[in-house]
């Protein structure tokens, strides 16, 4: 398996514009999860999916933020407007039942 | 959520050397894992280990939940350990609550 698989890796936009990261999880893999890792706060939580559903989305910052996952095989993270405090590293993760969670590589989103 | 602190926060060995990485967590875990964060910023997956001991190469872990502590042992470190080391815990919300780190660096 390729593992999961996140595009793009990095993304730059102004201010304003919309932005849209991808993620692939591993197939066969159950819960998807959507990460952000910045400086000041770490790795967070931002929304996870267990088969296609969302379960809990409380992390999302605010209704700026949305996520889908139409099928079991794609997931997109949403950010409309996005603002310069969005700019973080995104990972996207997935995982089955106790096999332990397999990280993408990220993307790195700066908003200037 | 569960509270999951590491020491030490940062660590400078010479190429060769043995450490140990600790990971303190509040509750009890159906997850703890390991996790390293190379300096390209990709996190790979070291240990999935909720309780026990793993080996995999230089790297080991072990788990004690009852006394809710986790050990990672790296041996014979090379430049290319260098990078952050997560613990990472779950306990059942499937939310994986990751502490704050320790960042390795290896020096030749």
């Known amino acids: 398996d390729a593992g999961v698989i996140q595009s793009p890796r990095h993304e730059v936009t102004e201010m304003g514009q919309e932005v849209t990261l991808r993620c692939k999880p591993i197939?066969?893999?159950?819960?998807l999860f959507w990460y952000r890792q910045t400086m000041m706060r770490g790795l967070e939580l931002l929304i996870y999916?267990?088969?296609?559903?969302?379960?809990?989305d409380s992390g999302m910052p605010e209704d700026r933020f949305s996520a889908k996952m139409p099928n079991a095989s794609f997931s997109t993270l949403k950010i409309q407007p996005s603002e310069p405090r969005d700019s973080a590293v995104y990972f996207c993760?997935?995982?089955?039942?106790?096999?332990?969670?397999?990280f993408g590589s990220g993307t790195r989103l700066t908003v200037v | 959520g569960i509270q999951v602190e590491q020491s030490p926060p940062d660590l400078i060995l010479q190429e060769g050397a043995n450490s140990t990485l600790r990971c303190n967590f509040s509750?009890?875990?159906?997850?703890l894992q390991w996790f390293h964060q190379n300096p390209w910023g990709q996190l790979i997956n070291l240990f999935y280990?909720?309780?026990g001991t793993k080996q995999n190469g230089r790297l080991s872990a072990t788990t004690v939940a009852t006394e809710r502590y986790s050990l990672l042992y790296i041996s014979s470190s090379q430049t290319t350990d260098s990078g952050v080391y997560f613990c990472?815990?779950?306990?059942?919300?499937?939310?994986?609550?990751f502490g704050t780190g320790t960042r390795l660096t290896v020096i030749p």
């Open positions: 999916f267990n088969n296609n559903v969302p379960i809990d």
């Open positions: 197939s066969g893999h159950n819960s």
């Open positions: 993760a997935s995982s089955f039942r106790y096999s332990g969670y397999t």
């Open positions: 509750d009890s875990v159906n997850n």
């Open positions: 280990i909720p309780s």
């Open positions: 990472a815990a779950e306990t059942g919300a499937n939310n994986l609550f």
